[in-house]
T-cell receptor, first 113, second 113 residues
Framework: GESVGLHLPTLSVQEGDNSIINCAYS??????FIWYKQESGKGPQFIID?????DKRQGQRVTVLLNKTVKHLSLQIAATQPGDSAVYFC????????????FGRGTSLIVHP | EAQVTQNPRYLITVTGKKLTVTCSQN?????MSWYRQDPGLGLRQIYY???????DKGDVPEGYKVSRKEKRNFPLILESPSPNQTSLYFC????????????FGPGTRLTVT
């Protein structure tokens, strides 16, 4: 079936750098996406979402970009901090019509002090 | 405090011994789901429930059962656990809102020997 997926399993950055985590999706009918953060030993936690009528959405130090033409979205974290070290998932909440997310495999972000 | 709770957090059991992992949410959410998380495979949905007495299979339902007799509870039942069910399990809930944000429990680490 159609699903979301992430480009890289691991991303290493220096503290203070900006991080970009990418995600591709295949369902052209997908109209809503969520990014989750999962810290070690914890369950995933909602970071930010975006609807298909938007190209960009900003939160606190995070920005999500959506390119519907190439079916790609990215999560940008500004001034990455050690506390940002976690696994990041993009999700398509409406996949299969269930309105419960299908998750990609995740990208592990490692922030070096 | 709004939360999803799971019990037990850790469980070691033997093949064939029936077990139940409980899940409870205090946010009056209609939607609940169970996921398993395995290295390299990410989060995979086991079962979900759209409302009381309404449950449906996710991506990997074999070997699992669920029930939704009350809105707040969504137990996961393994009638005859096998070693391939050794995994990290997460329960999640979401409300019928435009965001479909999922709230996750802390996880249950299950080992079947």
């Amino acid at each position: 079936g159609e699903s979301v997926g992430l480009h890289l399993p691991t991303l290493s950055v220096q503290e203070g750098d900006n991080s970009i985590i990418n995600c591709a999706y295949s369902n052209s009918a997908s109209d809503y996406f969520i990014w989750y953060k999962q810290e070690s030993g914890k369950g995933p936690q909602f970071i930010i979402d975006i609807r298909s009528n938007m190209d960009k959405r900003q939160g606190q130090r995070v920005t999500v970009l959506l390119n519907k033409t190439v079916k790609h979205l990215s999560l940008q974290i500004a001034a990455t901090q050690p506390g940002d070290s976690a696994v990041y998932f993009c999700a398509d909440p409406a996949s299969g019509g269930s309105y419960i997310p299908t998750f990609g495999r995740g990208t592990s972000l490692i922030v070096h002090p | 405090e709004a939360q999803v709770t799971q019990n037990p957090r850790y469980l070691i059991t033997v093949t064939g011994k029936k077990l139940t992992v409980t899940c409870s949410q205090n946010m009056n959410h209609e939607y609940m789901s169970w996921y398993r998380q395995d290295p390299g495979l990410g989060l995979r949905q086991i079962y979900y429930s759209m409302n009381v007495e309404v449950t449906d299979k996710g991506d990997v339902p074999e070997g699992y059962k669920v029930s939704r007799k009350e809105k707040r509870n969504f137990p996961l039942i393994l009638e005859s656990p096998s070693p391939n069910q050794t995994s990290l399990y997460f329960c999640a809930s979401s409300s019928d809102t435009p965001t479909y944000e999922q709230y996750f429990g802390p996880g249950t680490r299950l080992t079947v020997t």
